[in-house]
């Protein structure tokens, strides 16, 4: 039993990060024979890559992907813990789980991702979820084969969580779910540890992937006539800094760009490592993509400070106004209302700083306190009611959707490039994005699935546009 500790979790060391070329025991090569899976996700794109990783590596061993969970024989919930709903899910889905179980006992449940790296949730699944077979952490998803095969049978739950600063793995198996847009992780883990923020603790210290495998990952998905690759990472500014070899971000994008590779996206963006050269390297190829998500979390420098984000609101409006020179750029960004403590007037700097940006789209939360956190300890003492913080939040709300429709507004009559994604709910109607990330519908077959058509904008809401393909 290895059981998960924030504690230890938090230590950073400056021991070198270990390298593993993933390898398959043959011992495990066939332990899916027959059998089928199941993998339910939860939270950011990180997560969406690792579930890719998880069936890659059950694809691997023998299993048979099932779209239907009720049916599968193995069900693994990939959780996330960014905030309480995320656990609220994932909770309910265990719950759920257990009628399951009790109607086929063989069914194996395993429960991975941020969730499993926390102790109070695992403390949870010992004391109200025993039909739980495994869980792993976001370490040790690698070893998933041996996981499998040494819990099938387990009548008791096995914790198999690490609390340590991380190795990187290469070469894991990858079940892509589009084969024109792919993830492509850059740099795991977050040394920033933003007072409200899990992430330090369960996804372990920063450690960049060589830029020679990221690129011949790429070059690969090129070759397989992959269209987009999305570069991913907490704070993917901060690439190559653990790495001491001489290179950035904006040397990464650039050899990326090199490759010819039609479209290029990379998320998320630290604004304390955001350099000049990064959005040079932007302006100058055409391949990377016009679209910044550039989390701002407050417009009050007090809560900044609080939240430990190391920048003020006129430093990151600068950055904002230098990103903005670059023509017909997008940028959106992320907010979090009712930090322990935010008064009104730290709000209304928040409603300040969105009307001097005037985003193109942003992600907004009400804070949720994250056992283990420095701000959990704030919340304590926090006099804001929840009320107060929902009304907050619908303010805020309301002027982002204002500023997302004007910015879509301006878009109305030209015509634009969107790489289709996929049936809209609508019959007869496809959706895709635009270069700038603006998810546009429109009529058209699957065959155009996958492909960059150009479309006319004809009309414009806060948070998509219609079209019609003009080729
Ligand atoms: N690494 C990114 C950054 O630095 O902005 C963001 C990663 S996090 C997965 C996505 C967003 O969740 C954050 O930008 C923040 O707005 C929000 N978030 C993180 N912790 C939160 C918390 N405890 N309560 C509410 N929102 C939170
Ligand atoms: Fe969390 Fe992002 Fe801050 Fe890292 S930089 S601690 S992932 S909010």
Redesign the pocket.
Known sequence: MNLPNLTKARKRTRKEVNRIDYKLNDLYKNIGKDKTYHVKTY??Q?NEHDTENIEGLLDNVGFTKCDDMEKADLVILNT?S???NAHNKAFGMLGRLKHLKEERPNLIIGVCGCMAQEEVVVNEILAKYRHVNFVFGTHNLFDLPRLIYENMDNSKTKIDVFSIEGDLVEGLPVRRTNTFKAYVNIIYG?D?F?T????PYTRGKQRSRKMEDILKEVNELKKNGCLEVTLL???VNAYGKDLDLGYDLADLLEEVAKTNIPRIRFI???PWDFTDRMIEVISKYQNIMKYV?L?I?SGSNRILKLMG?RYTKEDYKILFDKLKKIPGIAITT???VG?PSETEEDFLDTLDIVKKCQYDGA????????VG?P?AKLYESDKTTLEEKEQRLYRLNELINNYSLESNKRLLNNCYPVLVEGLSNKKGMIYGYTETNKLVNFKGNSDLIGKIVTVKILDAKSFSLDGEIVE
Do not use: L, W
Request: charge should be positive; include cysteine; glycine fraction near 6%.
């Open positions: 939270g950011c990180m996330c960014i905030r309480e977050c920033k933003c409200y923020c899990i992430v990472g907490q704070n998320t963006s630290h998500h989390p979390q984000r992320d907010i979090i930090f992600f907004t939360f009400i804070y949720s306190p994250r956190t701000a």
